[in-house]
């Protein structure tokens, strides 16, 4: 599985920015993926993960009410939509996903810058 993530930026605090990540490869033996952001200073973290066979979604409090992430199986694509962005959001955002049968995230995107300014 390969990921290719983009759609990272500049943004005002209060602003919105949508961030995707295509796969490609064997993304039929792909059962989970998500969304991990790492800020300067700070343990990565899992912000949100979808399953992709039921589109089943997971959000962490820090965002939830705030980021969604959806899929779009036809373009084997994952997006995080941002809204009400905050400058705690600032971070490198990286998409992820699991092998068929779950557990560890063993594939990853490379990362995509997300600043937002105050």
């Known amino acids: 599985v390969q990921l290719q993530a983009s759609g990272g930026g500049l943004v005002q605090a209060g602003g919105s920015l949508r961030v995707s990540c295509a796969a490609s490869?064997?993304?039929?033996?792909?059962?989970?993926m998500g969304w991990f952001r790492q800020a300067p200073g700070k343990e990565r973290e899992l912000v949100a993960a979808i399953r992709w066979s039921s589109g089943r979604t997971y959000h962490a409090d820090s965002v939830k009410g705030r980021f969604t992430i959806s899929r779009d199986n036809a373009k084997n694509t994952v997006y995080l939509q941002m809204n009400s962005l905050k400058p705690e959001d600032t971070a490198v955002y990286y998409c992820?996903?699991?092998?068929?049968?779950?557990?560890?995230?063993?594939?990853w995107g490379q990362g995509t810058q997300v600043t937002v300014s105050s």
């Open positions: 992820a996903a699991t092998g068929i049968n779950g557990g560890s995230y063993d594939y």
């Open positions: 490869g064997r993304t039929f033996s792909t059962y989970d």
